[in-house]
């Protein structure tokens, strides 16, 4: 079936009604990357700094990260790079920034670590710039975002890395699109606000699910009820996309979610136009979302948010999709 996925992954997705839908890269290793953009998608909808962190015993320069970032940015060619911050803390340590806490998934991760340690995000953000000059291609994601201060606290570093940087280089270095991570449920309240401050949001559905549902997405004993497919997550989820279409403000999703059938079925029927997804799930994304109009969806999606449980959602999508060969 592999074969058959990768005879139509050049074409463009498309649902035979004629939505276009946009199919992107999770990433994390520069290795991966120059395997990865010879695939047919839309660019790099995610890329992990945090594992060139994870794989260095000391906080990697200025200069190195800018090589690193500049290489993948030449990697995906002229398509659109995402790439987002320093995201570690909860289950994503630093060996040589040990954080000892209670609660790691309640504690000190993402952008609430770089807001506390400006030296640090001002360097990365630094690099980025510097990789991306002359390129159309950098958005910037800020992770873990739980509050709007955050976002403007963000904006001006970022404005601030800019400014160092014209002045340095004797070139205006503009200000790049910047986006949020939608994963902390609270946000999902005041994505007005959001809609006035950022170019995008991306959801993160795996940190999303798990602050919804109050269930650690590591812990194998509760794993049962780790349920993207909870009808109580797959509204907030609804939520996020018609809220954020009322804005014109663009959303994707870059959780698992995106590269599960039963799942990419169900955001294309809420209204998602971008997905972003490991690269071994593209192909399969690619050939289903090709199969499938998007109307018709939209019946099947009212039915699954009045079913009980995720189980029977699945159940749902598993039996619509059978049908259909
Ligand atoms: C997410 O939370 O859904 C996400 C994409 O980020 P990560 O899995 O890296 O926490
Ligand atoms: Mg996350």
Same mark, same amino acid.
């Given at each position: 079936q592999q074969r058959q996925y990768a005879s139509e992954?050049?074409?463009?997705?498309?649902?035979?009604? +004629?939505q276009r839908i946009y199919l992107y890269i999770n990433s994390g290793l520069l290795s991966s990357v120059d395997s990865e953009t +010879?695939? $047919?998608?839309? +660019?790099? +909808?995610?890329?992990?700094t945090e594992i060139l962190f994870m794989l260095k015993q000391c906080f990697p320069g200025e200069i190195e990260q800018l090589e690193i970032y500049r290489k993948v940015l030449k990697a995906a060619g002229d398509k659109p790079v995402v790439m987002r911050t320093l995201d570690v803390g909860g289950d994503k340590p630093l060996d040589y920034f040990p954080i000892i806490e209670d609660n790691p998934f309640l504690g000190w991760r993402g952008i609430r670590l770089s807001l506390d340690h400006p030296e640090l995000f001002l360097i990365q953000l630094r690099a980025m710039l510097q990789a991306a000059i $002359?390129? /159309?291609?950098l958005h910037i994601l800020l992770p873990m975002?739980?509050?709007l201060e955050e976002i403007d606290l963000s904006l001006i570093y970022l404005e601030q890395a800019c400014q160092e940087l014209t002045a340095e280089l004797g070139k205006s270095i503009s200000m790049p699109k910047v986006g949020i991570m939608l /994963?902390?449920?609270?946000?999902l309240y005041q994505l007005d606000e959001v809609a006035q401050r950022v170019d995008f949001v991306s959801v993160g559905s795996n940190d999303l699910t798990q602050y919804l549902l109050a269930?650690?997405?590591?812990n194998p004993s509760v794993s049962p009820l780790f349920?993207?497919?909870?009808p109580g997550v797959l509204r907030a989820l609804k939520f996020a996309v018609e809220s954020c279409n009322q804005h014109q403000l663009p959303i994707s999703v870059c959780g698992e979610l995106a590269g599960e059938p039963i799942g990419a079925i169900l955001l294309i029927a809420m209204g998602y136009e971008q997905l972003s997804m490991n690269q071994a799930s593209l192909a399969r994304i690619n050939y289903l979302l090709r199969r499938v109009s998007k109307q018709e969806l939209s019946v099947l999606l009212a039915q699954a948010l009045r079913l009980n449980s995720g189980d029977d959602v699945k159940k749902l999508v598993t039996e619509y999709c059978e049908q259909r060969g």
């Open positions: 992954s050049s074409l463009k997705t498309v649902t035979t009604d +004629g +010879g695939v $047919d998608s839309d +660019g790099i +909808g995610l890329y992990r $002359d390129t /159309e291609q975002v739980s509050n /994963e902390v449920p609270v946000l269930v650690d997405r590591n349920d993207s497919f909870h």
